[in-house]
T-cell receptor
């Protein structure tokens, strides 16, 4: 079945460490998105990509970086510059004007 | 700029009773509206959408939503709630044919609890 796979499901970061969250889709969607979810704040857009080798900052890009070298993959790196990284991270993809499809998320915590 | 408001953080309803989860929006242009549901530690699941046409939209699991342009609202409804409907519900909007990155703006979410 087609879908979006996020890994790992749980991730722990030490102070000063960069960590990378994986997002892979086999839906052949052009657009991919990364959101951060905090309690009571809904979803906030971190980065998005409409085509391979191109991406744009969302509303809260500071302290994060992404790459889009393949259509299927859109990894997110949480850098040490992100001082409050504890959150639930969601990846989504979309084709045309269809609804976004979401992965099951990665929960990042600080050690 | 586009925005979405879900005025209720929490909605409680008895099983078998009708439920309503409220959503209002603000966009410059024609809105493209969505409802999603999220269960604990899972991603968002699409419920229904409105683009154009009939103001009453029917979606998955017996849910429906009514688009009201004059009140800029898109409330989610279900005639008879089930305990299994208990979850976090998100309303989202973007501008149709914006030519931009087709970004969605999400509301803050409403936790629905259906009491047995």
């Amino acid at each position: 079945d087609g879908g979006i796979t996020q890994s790992p499901k749980y991730l722990f970061r030490k102070e000063g460490q960069n960590v990378t969250l994986s997002c892979e889709q086999n839906l052949n969607h052009d657009a991919m998105y990364w959101y951060r979810q905090d309690p009571g704040q809904g979803l906030r857009l971190i980065y998005y990509s409409q085509i391979v080798n191109d991406f744009q900052k969302g509303d809260i890009a500071e302290g994060y970086s992404v790459s889009r070298e393949k259509k299927e993959s859109f990894p997110l790196t949480v850098t040490s510059a992100q001082k409050n990284p504890t959150a639930f991270y969601l990846c989504a993809s979309m084709a045309g004007d269809q609804p976004q499809h979401f992965g099951d998320g990665t929960r990042l915590s600080i050690l | 700029a586009q925005s979405v408001a879900q005025p209720e953080d929490q909605v409680n309803v008895a099983e078998g009773n009708p439920l309503t989860v409220k959503c209002t929006y603000s966009v410059s242009g024609n809105p493209y509206l969505f409802w999603y549901v999220q269960y604990p530690n899972r991603g968002l699941q699409f419920l229904l959408k409105y683009i154009t046409g009939d103001n009453l939209v029917k979606g998955s699991y017996g849910f429906e939503a009514e688009f009201n342009k004059s009140q800029t609202s898109f409330h989610l409804k279900k005639p008879s709630a089930l305990v299994s409907d208990s979850a976090l519900y998100f309303c989202a909007v973007r501008v149709l044919s914006s030519g931009s990155a087709r970004q969605l703006t999400f509301g803050s979410g409403t936790q629905l609890t259906v009491l047995p």
